[in-house]
């Protein structure tokens, strides 16, 4: 019952993160292909903040709380991935302009 009252106080933001979520499979969608990898590895930033703002919440939230530690570690764990999936696929691409030698 807590959930559903949740919900319902909580829809206009519900139906934000939706449409959120629509237009940004648009826009990535549209991005041509060799503007995507450079891109992504300025995403590493902004997943950066999102690893310290999880930890800063997860830090602040009372032990009992599960919800929040869980999707706190999930936060975590996911922006953390993100972030070292990306640096590779940055050194990947950067390792495609280096000379060769001979």
Known sequence: MEIINFIGSKIEMIYIVILSV???????????????TPLMSGANAIHGV????????MLNTDPDNYTSLVLGSVAV?????NVVGGFVVT????????????
Do not use: Y
């Open 22 to 36: 629509f237009v940004g499979v648009e826009l990535i969608g549209k991005v041509p292909s060799v503007l995507h």
């Open 50 to 57: 999102v690893i310290v703002g999880a930890i800063i919440v």
């Open 77 to 81: 764990i996911l922006g953390t991935l």
């Open 91 to 102: 050194d990947r691409m950067l390792e495609m302009f280096k000379r060769k030698k001979r």
